[in-house]
């Protein structure tokens, strides 16, 4: 009998004429192959974790492995790793617990079932929440007191793919000093496993919405007096696109179910509907449609990712991503709320905040591209802390929040700085262009020989900076700029006089190099772009 193509079935279901009721069978094969299939796979354990092919790659099997492997982190961890662990020995996460849960894919309770199997075997509590977005576990982690979490989610990737994330003691996501060993334990396990039949689950089923709200309220810095009562007494429409996502039913338990609420694609669908399930300004359309036939004074739409930790906007008006967001939360938090600390951003992201905070007197802390890079600003110990935390790719979080992007808190700031300053996004934008000035952000990118991968790739574009050293020029289009300020912290960013910049990033997997690059003339982007590949190729 041939083997089955289980790539070939998810493009027959992820095709323009599938038809749940008339295909269900194809999706029956995914499902049974992903339980039944002994074929190993390669694990890649990053910082957002392990994503696989439902069926291909990640199957009950291959979950099991990357199970032993984490357990395996454990057992043989030295003091370093248990201080990334944040517990100081085996017998303490014994003791504290492991929180799991999943989102909206396919099989995500049996995969759970497999992963808690392995830990209750080896004398470990757990405690089991179901469908959770990712900040959820971040807050269930702290309030139960546990030692860690596994998700299983792989964010915001099409149907056909799963994914597992580990997050320690802090709630944050694991750096590589965990995810290395992890990938090294689950590669050295794979070939050799033999499946294990389950035990019994004996988990402790926890409620991971309470939890949640008592968290945010616990922490104080969500202002929900505030949004309520721009909720039950103004004009307003807010409409949360949860694209069947996980975080269905969040928005209505965190601000008692106001009747401005409309919820989108709340039905269970581990398919999406054919989508791409991102917060992308294509499936924006169902908030515009609903936003722009609205008579409120105050409108606010929300669109949110499989696994809750990005988010992206609509006012009515306009969409807001969080280059824009991030800016105008920070600027809140300075100047509405008084609050002291610093601002955290990614290299990527938009330098709209960087203007805002260096006339605000207030330090940034640029960090490599992932979230885990803030975790010295977000952590309860940290001083000075950061007041928002948000990179390009919509993620954001902020003051005593999770040390996760969360998107439900990017939902609460938003309605809370309309509430405090009578303003929809847009127009408050708008007042920050007024005052600051604006920025055109764009991306490219574009591919190299492939024996550029890896190590090469990063040494051809760490030779940029040599031609970029702050003082010379460089020329963009028929002009020169002068750079003001190099970063070589991931990648090359070159920042110029008149604020503009680009960043040169190479691929660690793929032979590709990618463009970021931000002006105050949108009309100079494509010269951007031609004078940060010039500088690759000099």
């Not at 709630?171 to 090294?184: R, V």
């Not at 996004?425 to 604006?438: M, V």
Request: proline share 4%; with cysteine; net charge neutral.
């Amino acid at each position: 009998m041939p083997a089955i193509n289980i790539s070939k079935i998810w493009k027959q279901i992820q095709s323009s004429d599938f038809n749940l009721a008339r295909d269900s069978q194809l999706v029956e094969q995914v499902k049974q192959v992903a339980i039944t299939s002994t074929k190993a796979a390669a694990v890649g354990f990053g910082t957002s974790g392990w994503r696989g092919e439902i069926g291909a790659e990640f199957t009950l099997k291959n979950i099991q492995v990357v199970a032993k492997a984490i357990l395996q982190v454990y057992k043989e961890a030295d003091a370093a790793v248990f201080e990334a662990l944040g517990v100081s020995s085996f017998e303490e996460l014994q003791t504290k617990g492991l929180v799991i849960g999943h989102d909206n894919r396919l099989l995500g309770k049996e995969f759970c079932e497999v992963v808690a199997d392995q830990f209750i075997k080896a004398g470990i509590k757990v405690y089991y929440g179901g469908e959770m977005p990712t900040p959820e576990f971040s807050a269930a982690i702290e309030s139960l007191g546990a030692a860690c979490s596994v998700n299983i989610t792989p964010s915001h990737n099409p149907s056909n793919y799963n994914g597992i994330k580990f997050n320690p003691a802090d709630g944050g996501p694991a750096g590589p000093e965990i995810t290395d060993k992890i990938t090294q334990n689950s590669n050295a396990l794979m070939e050799a496993h033999v499946w294990e039949n389950l035990g019994d689950i004996n988990w402790e089923v926890i409620d991971p919405v309470k939890i949640y709200k008592n968290f945010s309220e616990k922490q104080g810095t969500i202002k929900y007096g505030r949004i309520l009562s721009l909720l039950s007494k103004e004009s307003i429409d807010l409409v949360c696109d949860h694209v069947h996502g996980s975080t269905r039913g969040r928005p209505a338990a965190m601000l008692n179910n106001p009747q401005c609420l409309i919820s989108l694609r709340t039905e269970t669908d581990p398919l999406f509907g054919g989508v791409a399930p991102e917060p992308s300004s294509k499936n924006l359309a169902g908030i515009k449609q609903v936003l722009d036939a609205s008579k409120s004074r105050f409108k606010l739409g929300a669109i949110f990712d499989p696994d809750g930790d990005r988010i992206r906007f609509y006012d009515g008006t306009r969409e807001i991503d969080m280059n824009s967001f991030g800016a105008i939360a920070f600027h809140y938090m300075v100047t509405w709320r008084k609050e002291e600390g610093v601002l955290a951003k990614s290299v990527a992201t938009s330098n709209f905040a960087n203007i805002i905070a260096a006339k605000l007197g207030i330090a940034v802390m640029e960090t490599p591209v992932g979230f885990k890079n803030f975790r010295p600003w977000l952590k309860r110990s940290a001083n000075p802390k950061a007041l928002i935390a948000f990179e390009e790719s919509d993620g954001i979080t902020g003051l005593n929040n999770t040390l996760e992007k969360d998107a439900m808190f990017g939902l609460l700031i938003a309605l809370e700085i309309m509430a405090v300053t009578g303003k929809n996004l847009g127009e408050y934008l708008d007042l920050l262009y007024a005052e600051y000035g604006r920025l055109y952000p764009e991306r490219f990118g574009f591919e190299v020989d492939k024996s550029l991968v890896g190590q090469p790739l990063l040494e051809r574009v760490a030779e940029i900076a040599k031609s970029a050293q702050p003082g010379s020029k460089i020329a963009i289009g028929k002009k020169s700029k002068v750079v003001r300020e190099l970063l070589t912290i991931d990648g090359v960013k070159i920042i110029f006089d008149d604020d503009s910049w680009m960043l040169v990033r190479p691929s660690g997997t793929e032979p590709k190099v990618r463009i970021y690059a931000e002006c105050r003339n949108p009309e100079e982007k494509d010269e951007m772009f031609a004078a940060a590949k010039a500088l690759f190729f000099k």
